[in-house]
């Protein structure tokens, strides 16, 4: 174990398929009074000391440079924001240390891991006893509160239901007991970024991220719980065949579809602006003119399209098995995004001391 865990200045980082129980990762932030950056996937958002806007919180500079810690514990897989790993590799460049704990294996894209090892090591290592909480932890659960609150505030300020607001709602009213599988690409990260402390998932990411998003969430379904998906126009075409026979199964599939015609993420990437907007389009946009609702439909499902959160959430509350569209625009959805992440910013820069 590293002599770094006796840092006051500490973050865990919680991620997917870890095989770690929450209850030890709850144990390890008492001990260290480190706060817990949790994705949905970990299914730790709920722990005390937990943060969920971390990526609106590392793209704010000043924010950025006073929180580098001194060491990072990443517990299972790493989160999907690209910016919170970038800003991890740069405190590991700072002379921070990382050390990885659980997960389906070596997992060090970036080649920075100094350690690993488990956190019963770890905790043996500190000791068990509670650490007080400090101007570290203090400063990182305050600009949580901001930006939890500015993100709400700024989603109620839209006129149309934006796609980090589906999001939102999704984990908002999932009902207790039952199962979400949210797609890789913007889905996951949606709800990653702006899902709030509600947001708990399992996603199927790896080589391909849209394989099998459906027939994942119908095998739970098939399991007789309660699955919901929530999911991208291409990612629900790719695995549409999942649907076939469905509508006369007796089984409580309900599926949230964000349609914006083609791969939304790829407008977040240098090709959106560095690219004449038709070679975009034919290469990384890739609409696909598929009217969703009407090939649900075909399949024997029921389906319906809604504009409004409140619409949403009365349709959730409904058993399965059904089709929701929310129909959305890809340049629209990048204005969003940086509205809500420059609202988080603008919270927090008068509000949160930079700590000891």
């Known amino acids: 174990v590293p002599d770094a865990v006796d840092a006051a200045r500490g973050l865990i980082l919680a991620g997917g398929r870890s095989g770690v129980g929450a209850d030890v990762i709850a144990a390890l932030h008492r001990a260290t009074g480190w706060p817990i950056v949790a994705d949905p996937v970990s ?3 709920q722990l005390d000391g937990v943060v969920t806007a971390a990526d609106a919180l590392v793209r704010c500079e000043r924010f950025a440079d006073d929180h580098l810690p001194d060491v990072i514990v990443r517990v299972g897989r790493p989160a999907a924001s690209k ?12 002379g921070a240390t990382l050390i990885q704990v659980g997960g389906p294996g070596v997992i060090d894209p970036d080649h920075n891991v100094s350690a690993v090892c488990s956190i019963e ?3 043996e290592r500190v000791g068990a006893d509670r650490r ?4 570290w932890l203090g400063s990182w659960i305050d600009a949580e509160q901001l930006a939890d609150a500015a993100i709400t505030r700024a989603l109620g300020h839209f006129d149309e239901l934006t796609e980090p607001a589906v999001a939102r709602t999704v984990a908002d009213h999932l009902p207790a007991g039952a199962e979400l599988t949210v797609a890789s690409s913007m889905p996951v990260r949606d709800l990653e970024w702006f899902g709030g402390r509600a947001a708990r998932a399992h996603s199927n990411r790896g080589a391909n991220g849209i394989d099998g998003v459906l027939s994942t969430a119908l095998g739970i379904a098939c399991a007789g719980r309660t699955s919901f998906v929530l999911i991208g126009d291409l990612a ?8 076939i026979a469905v509508g006369s199964r007796r089984v409580d599939l309900r599926i949230v579809v964000v349609d914006n015609d083609g791969g939304g993420i790829f407008s977040f990437l240098p090709q959106a602006t560095a690219l004449a907007h038709t070679q975009f389009e034919t290469l990384f ?7 969703v609702a009407a090939l ?8 319906r399209i809604v504009r409004s959160a409140s619409e949403l959430a009365e349709q959730m509350s409904r058993p399965g098995p059904w089709v929701c569209c929310v129909r959305s625009d890809r340049r629209r959805n990048v204005e969003v995004h940086a509205i809500l992440n420059a609202a988080v910013c603008d919270a927090i820069t008068p509000g949160v001391r930079p700590p000891a």
Do not use: K
Request: proline residues 7%.
């Open 236 to 243: 629900f075409v790719h695995d549409s065949n999942a649907l």
């Open 43 to 45: 299914g730790v958002r």
């Open 296 to 303: 649900a439909t075909a399949y024997g499902v029921e389906a």
């Open 285 to 291: 946009g890739t609409p696909l003119h598929v009217d």
């Open 132 to 135: 007080p909480p400090g101007q």
């Open 121 to 123: 090591a770890l905790l």
């Open 83 to 94: 910016v919170l790993a970038q800003w991890a590799t740069r405190a590991t460049g700072s």
